[in-house]
């Protein structure tokens, strides 16, 4: 089955430490996103991706850091800098042609 | 720049009575219209798009959505709901212009739906 995996899909940290969340497509997807989503706030683009090498900042990239060396992979990396890290975060891609996403299961992040 | 309003932060309904979840956006360009569902910690899924064509569009579980481009909107509508409807909806628009154009997306519209 073709889609996108999150890993893990709950994941605690103390606060200061920096921490990796998974993102995997095999939907031979040009494009990745990564979101984070909080109560009452809608999806809030964090990075974007649209070929392997390369990435753009999105709306709230600020505390945090991706890489894109391979098409299926686009980590994201909470920082210590990010002052208010405890939120829901969202996996997506998008096939070069298509305008819709398809999303990941997400991985809800608790920072104490 | 495009912006999305769901003014609706919850909606609750009855089992078989029909609902209407509000949309309206705001954009200097022509746009393209989303649907996504969201079930209780899990991803978002599409439910239905607007891109060219006929204003009303539908998806397969009876869900039907309808683009007014005088009052800008995109409103989701169902006849008769489900309790397996009970979800989170968001509305997204992305702008026509050339280059990477994000998917900007409303706060929700969580539907109870209740026997």
């Known amino acids: 089955d073709g889609g996108i995996t999150q890993s893990p899909k709950y994941l605690f940290r103390k606060e200061g430490q920096n921490v990796t969340l998974s993102c995997e497509q095999n939907l031979n997807h040009d494009a990745m996103y990564w979101y984070r989503q909080d109560p009452g706030q809608g999806l809030r683009l964090i990075y974007y991706?649209?070929?392997?090498?390369?990435?753009q900042k999105g709306d709230i990239a600020e505390g945090y850091s991706v890489s894109r060396e391979k098409k299926e992979s686009f980590p994201l990396t909470v920082t210590s800098a990010q002052k208010n890290p405890t939120a829901f975060y969202l996996c997506a891609s998008s096939a070069g042609t298509a305008l819709w996403q398809y999303f990941g299961p997400g991985t809800r992040l608790t920072v104490t | 720049a495009q912006s999305v309003t769901q003014l609706d932060s919850q909606v609750p309904v009855f089992e078989e009575a029909p609902v209407e979840l509000r949309c309206n956006y705001s954009?200097?360009?022509?746009?393209?219209l989303f649907w996504y569902v969201q079930y209780p910690n899990q991803g978002l899924q599409l439910l239905l798009k607007y891109l060219s064509g006929s204003t009303l569009v539908e998806s397969i579980n009876g869900f039907e959505a309808e683009f007014n481009k005088s009052q800008t909107s995109f409103h989701l509508r169902k006849p008769s709901v489900h309790i397996s409807d009970t979800a989170e909806y968001f509305c997204?628009?992305?702008?026509?212009?050339?280059?990477?154009?994000?998917?900007?997306f409303g706060t929700g519209t969580r539907l109870l739906v209740s026997p």
């Open positions: 954009s200097s360009v022509s746009v393209y």
């Open positions: 997204a628009v992305m702008g026509m212009n050339t280059g990477f154009q994000k998917l900007v």
């Open positions: 991706s649209q070929i392997v090498n390369d990435f």
